[in-house]
C-alpha cells in the first residue's frame, strides 16, 4: 500500500475517487447559501442520490476505483486506537471556536436604538 498522494498529472487516467454521497445534509441547506455552494435551486435528496450513483457506476465501468469517505473514515477509526476520539475533541473545540465567533459578530453587529430605555435594550429577558 502506497502512502500519502501522488498526482503526476491532471489529464492522466483516473485510477482512485474518494467521493461522498449526498445525505441529508442537502436537507440543512440555508436559502441564502444555494448560489454560493453552486445550487440553482433547492437540491432533491433522491434526484441528487440517484445521480450521484450514476456518476459513480460510471466511473466504475472505466476502471475507476470508487472510494466513500465515510468508509475510509470508519476504517482509520477501527484501525487507530484514539483517532475517534481526537477526531471529536477537535471537532468540538472547532464548532465551539465557531459558535463563539458568530456570537461576536451578531454581538456586534446589534446597536440599540438611543431613544430605547437601559432595561428594553438588553437581547434577552430580563
Same mark, same amino acid.
Given at each position: 500500500?502506497?502512502?500519502?498522494?501522488?498526482?503526476?498529472?491532471?489529464?492522466?487516467?483516473?485510477?482512485? @475517487?474518494?467521493?461522498?454521497? $449526498?445525505?441529508?445534509?442537502?436537507?440543512?441547506? $440555508?436559502?441564502?447559501?444555494?448560489?454560493?455552494?453552486?445550487?440553482?435551486?433547492?437540491?432533491?435528496?433522491?434526484? =441528487?442520490?440517484?445521480?450521484?450513483?450514476?456518476?459513480?457506476?460510471?466511473?466504475?465501468?472505466?476502471? @475507476?476505483? @470508487?472510494?466513500?469517505?465515510?468508509?475510509?473514515?470508519?476504517?482509520?477509526?477501527?484501525? @487507530?486506537?484514539?483517532?475517534?476520539?481526537?477526531?471529536?475533541?477537535?471537532?468540538?473545540?472547532?464548532?465551539?471556536?465557531?459558535?463563539?465567533?458568530?456570537?461576536?459578530?451578531?454581538?456586534?453587529? #446589534?446597536?440599540?436604538?438611543?431613544?430605547?430605555?437601559?432595561?428594553?435594550?438588553? $437581547? #434577552? $429577558? =430580563?
Amino acid at each position: 500500500m502506497t502512502k500519502g498522494l501522488h498526482v503526476p498529472s491532471e489529464i492522466g487516467k483516473l485510477r482512485k @475517487v474518494c467521493l461522498h454521497r $449526498p445525505g441529508d445534509e442537502l436537507l440543512n441547506l $440555508p436559502p441564502d447559501e444555494l448560489e454560493r455552494l453552486l445550487f440553482d435551486d433547492v437540491p432533491f435528496l433522491e434526484v =441528487a442520490q440517484q445521480e450521484h450513483d450514476t456518476f459513480a457506476q460510471i466511473l466504475r465501468d472505466q476502471g @475507476v476505483e @470508487v472510494l466513500y469517505l465515510e468508509n475510509l473514515v470508519a476504517e482509520v477509526f477501527d484501525q @487507530v486506537p484514539g483517532a475517534r476520539a481526537e477526531f471529536t475533541d477537535q471537532y468540538i473545540a472547532e464548532a465551539a471556536s465557531a459558535a463563539s465567533r458568530c456570537r461576536r459578530s451578531s454581538a456586534r453587529s #446589534w446597536t440599540p436604538s438611543r431613544t430605547t430605555s437601559s432595561s428594553s435594550r438588553r $437581547p #434577552w $429577558p =430580563a
